[in-house]
């Protein structure tokens, strides 16, 4: 068995969940290999893997280019294989949020870029960092997500890792599950 585990950044935070996920499925005795989306779009062949994992940051409610691209240009091979879907976002740090995140970045992304459904998809939360240098409108749009962060009574002046390893960890082990 062997997964290929492709991920779009832009700060780090995907890459960081992607190399979670893989070691994890590695655990469980099974090949992997971890890849940026800006490399595995270059004619990656796909042909060698059981389970292809894509995942991607969201930043102003959008996937990376990239991984959005490794999608469309695989989107007649994907089918023949198992592939999952993950991302990271702020969204999912609310429960508020989360289901409009899961339908607008899991959901419609799964509809629009695969020919049949995902074995699994993941929703996980992401890293508030107020250092991170950002464009304008993104850091207008960070006021409104400050202010939510403010009101659960966290410190925002620092940097803040709301993902939940276990969570991540656990949902890696089921993806492992349906390749054994």
């Known amino acids: 068995m062997k997964v290929l585990i492709v991920y779009g950044t832009r700060y780090g935070t995907a890459a960081e969940i992607a190399e979670e996920i893989g070691k994890t499925i ?18 990656k062949d796909l042909s060698p893997f059981d389970m292809i994992i894509v995942g ?25 294989k198992k592939v999952a879907l ?3 976002c702020g969204d999912a740090n609310f429960e508020e949020t989360k ?7 899991l959901k419609k992304v ?10 699994s ?18 850091k207008l749009a960070m006021l409104f997500y400050k202010s939510q962060l403010d009101k659960m009574g966290i410190d925002t ?8 390893w276990d969570e991540i960890r656990e949902w890696a082990n089921r993806l492992a599950d349906k390749l054994v």
């Open 86 to 88: 993950f991302v990271t």
């Open 99 to 105: 289901k409009r995140a899961w339908k607008n970045y």
């Open 121 to 138: 998809m993941g929703l996980f939360g992401s890293v508030y960092d107020p250092n991170a240098k950002h464009g304008l409108v993104y």
């Open 110 to 119: 799964a509809e629009e870029k695969l020919e049949k459904e995902p074995v």
């Open 157 to 164: 002046s620092e940097r803040v890792d709301f993902r939940d």
């Open 56 to 80: 991607s940051g969201i930043k102003m409610g959008k996937w990376t280019k990239e991984a959005l691209k490794f999608l469309e240009i695989n989107r007649k091979t994907l089918p023949t």
């Open 26 to 43: 590695k655990n469980r005795g099974i090949q992997v290999e971890v890849m940026d989306a800006k490399k595995a779009i270059k004619d």
